[in-house]
């Protein structure tokens, strides 16, 4: 059982440029963020620079039986840590993740289950955040995360996402560049 207060031990990283086992990954991060075993992942498919879930709606209802926008919210926001943490882990670096900021647009009520992609909003979102590392120890990525129920594209997030530099490293503000 998980204790407040009490960092969860990282994944081992795996051998430099090698992906991560969604499974494995998917089972770690149960482990280390209780809430995740309740949000219905289905499925986890990294593919290039994208990060994609396939979910199911009934963890997620509200009162009207469509997706709860708390959730589905909490959902984009997570999707975001874990395509930064994978990058680094493709990267060979073990470094903290946080999220400094955050926003979503809902654009039409999500009925079914669902498809949640995420990918960096600029292009060289990536080498960016590689140089910034390089340079400052710690770096941003801007990155997008879009909810499609079927063809429809139901909600669309960003977020910023600091990597912070060190080890559980304490001032998640001064990560910005």
């Given at each position: 059982?998980?204790?407040?207060?009490?960092?969860?031990?990282?994944?081992?990283?795996?051998?430099?440029?090698?992906?991560?086992?969604?499974?494995?990954?998917?089972?770690?991060l149960i482990d280390a963020i209780p809430m995740v075993e309740h949000l219905g992942i289905r499925?986890?498919?990294?593919?290039?620079?994208?990060?994609?879930?396939?979910?199911?709606?009934?963890?997620?209802?509200?009162?009207?039986?469509?997706?709860?926008?708390?959730?589905?919210?909490?959902?984009?926001?997570?999707?975001?840590?874990?395509?930064?943490?994978?990058?680094?882990?493709?990267?060979?670096?073990?470094?903290?993740?946080?999220?400094?900021?955050?926003?979503?647009?809902?654009?039409?009520?999500?009925?079914?289950?669902?498809?949640?992609?995420?990918?960096?909003?600029?292009?060289?979102?990536?080498?960016?955040?590689?140089?910034?590392?390089?340079?400052?120890?710690?770096?941003?990525?801007?990155?997008?995360?879009?909810?499609?129920?079927?063809?429809?594209?139901?909600?669309?997030?960003?977020?910023?996402?600091?990597?912070?530099?060190?080890?559980?490293?304490?001032?998640?503000?001064?990560?910005?560049?």
């Amino acid at each position: 059982m998980r204790e407040i207060g009490n960092a969860h031990p990282r994944l081992p990283l795996t051998v430099p440029g090698q992906e991560d086992d969604p499974v494995r990954f998917l089972a770690w991060l149960i482990d280390a963020i209780p809430m995740v075993e309740h949000l219905g992942i289905r499925e986890m498919k990294p593919d290039g620079e994208r990060l994609t879930w396939r979910l199911d709606l009934t963890p997620s209802l509200n009162d009207k039986g469509t997706g709860f926008g708390g959730a589905l919210t909490a959902q984009t926001t997570l999707l975001g840590w874990c395509w930064t943490t994978l990058w680094l882990r493709r990267h060979s670096l073990a470094r903290d993740v946080v999220v400094a900021e955050a926003s979503q647009r809902f654009m039409a009520p999500v009925t079914a289950d669902y498809l949640l992609e995420c990918e960096p909003e600029a292009e060289n979102g990536p080498e960016r955040l590689a140089e910034q590392l390089a340079q400052n120890g710690r770096g941003r990525i801007a990155l997008r995360q879009r909810l499609w129920c079927g063809e429809t594209l139901c909600m669309e997030s960003r977020g910023d996402y600091a990597v912070l530099s060190g080890s559980r490293a304490e001032n998640v503000l001064q990560s910005s560049t």
